[in-house]
């Protein structure tokens, strides 16, 4: 299994951002797919994952400003990212898992997202 992520960069505050993952060497339409962020000095979190039945789940910090979606066409999913804070600064990993746990079997390697003025 392959995740590449990209849309990563530097943004400023209120700005948003769009992240892809594009996956190979899965039947990526049977994965949950998820987004993870680790801050600099902090543990690794999840931010959103979306299962292969399109259900989506969020965590409260970017509820209601980050859209997850996927496009099972071209095995593909997307993590749109709105009202940035600096909090949200952070390398974000794609990952691929089971649907029934947040248990995930392939990570991509990261694309830092960085929120400043």
């Known amino acids: 299994a392959q995740l590449v992520e990209s849309g990563g960069g530097l943004v400023q505050p209120g700005g948003s951002l769009r992240l892809s993952c594009a996956a190979s060497?899965?039947?990526?339409?049977?994965?949950?797919m998820g987004w993870y962020r680790q801050a600099q000095g902090k543990q690794r979190e999840l931010v959103a994952r979306i299962l292969s039945g399109g259900a989506e789940n969020y965590a409260d910090s970017v509820q209601g400003r980050f859209k997850i979606s996927r496009e099972n066409a071209k095995s593909t999913v997307y993590l749109q990212m709105n009202s940035l804070k600096p909090e949200d600064t952070a390398v974000y990993y794609c990952?691929?898992?089971?649907?029934?746990?947040?248990?995930?079997?392939?990570w991509g390697q990261g694309t830092q997202v960085t929120v400043s003025s």
């Open positions: 990952t691929a898992g089971h649907n029934y746990a947040a248990v995930e079997d392939a």
């Open positions: 060497g899965i039947l990526f339409g049977f994965y949950a």
